[in-house]
Every structure is written in structure tokens, then in C-alpha cells.
């Protein structure tokens, strides 16, 4: 539904899907299934994906498995870095600050570091 109706009818605004398309902490089965759709969807350059971005905010956790983390990295890396914002919202649920909330997506996440220098260099295109 929110490619066939509500992408078409914004083509021209940046979207960003909070939290890798969950609620956070970490992703469940719903969340997984949507996020696979919407990498899926960007890989095959559908033209409606043009102007969607994603955060991790609340899905990589120090709760997060070993699994669970690379099913985040692998879809990051179909979905394209570019588009991938990181933002933390643990402060304010009382459980790490933004810093250690970096620390731990650093330690955790099985990515590189050109690929964590590109997502720390990201600016979502409303706040250019």
C-alpha cells in the first residue's frame, strides 16, 4: 500500500522511514518483511523508492544478535548507504546517549569503515 498509493502521489518529497521501517528495539518478523520489501523495491530501481530514506534509530541495540545485525547490514547495503541516516533515540528511553548509542551501531553492525563514514556523513535532504 505505501508504494502503490502513497509514494506515487509525493514523488517529488524526501520520506524517511523511521527506524528501518519498526518500532525499535530491534526488528521483528512485520518489520523484516517490510524492510525486505522496500530494499527489494529499491534495488530494482522502482522510481517511486527515488526519494526514500531510512534510519537505524532504536534497531541496533546491544540486545542485537549477531543475525539480526547482519540481516540490518545486508539490507543497508541493497538499500544503498546514501540513503541511510543514524539517529538515536535510547537517551530519552533512558538506556544508552547518543555517543554510546554510536558506539555500540559501530561495534556491533558487520560493515566497514567507509561504509560507517558514509552513514555518519549522511544529511537527510530536508535539513540541506
Known amino acids: 500500500m505505501f508504494l502503490s498509493e502513497i509514494l ?5 518529497i524526501p520520506i524517511q522511514i523511521a527506524h528501518l521501517s519498526g518500532a525499535g528495539p530491534g526488528l521483528d518478523a512485520g518489520s523484516k518483511e517490510a524492510l525486505i520489501m522496500f530494499a ?6 522502482d522510481p517511486r523508492t527515488r526519494n526514500l530514506f531510512f534510519d537505524v534509530t532504536t534497531n541496533v541495540t546491544m540486545q542485537t544478535s549477531a543475525e539480526d545485525a547482519k540481516f540490518i547490514a545486508d539490507r543497508l ?6 540513503r541511510i541516516l543514524y539517529g538515536s533515540d535510547m ?7 547518543a ?7 559501530r ?3 558487520p560493515l566497514t569503515e567507509a ?4 552513514i555518519a556523513n549522511n544529511i537527510a535532504p530536508y535539513m540541506r
Open 107 to 109: 561495534g556491533l553492525m
Open 77 to 82: 547495503r541493497q538499500i544503498g548507504l546514501r
Open 40 to 45: 527489494d523495491a529499491i534495488s530494482a530501481a
Open 99 to 105: 555517543r554510546q548509542g554510536w558506539g555500540a551501531f
Open 8 to 12: 506515487p502521489v509525493a514523488p517529488d
Open 91 to 97: 537517551a530519552i528511553s533512558g538506556n544508552l546517549t
Open 115 to 118: 561504509e560507517f563514514r558514509t
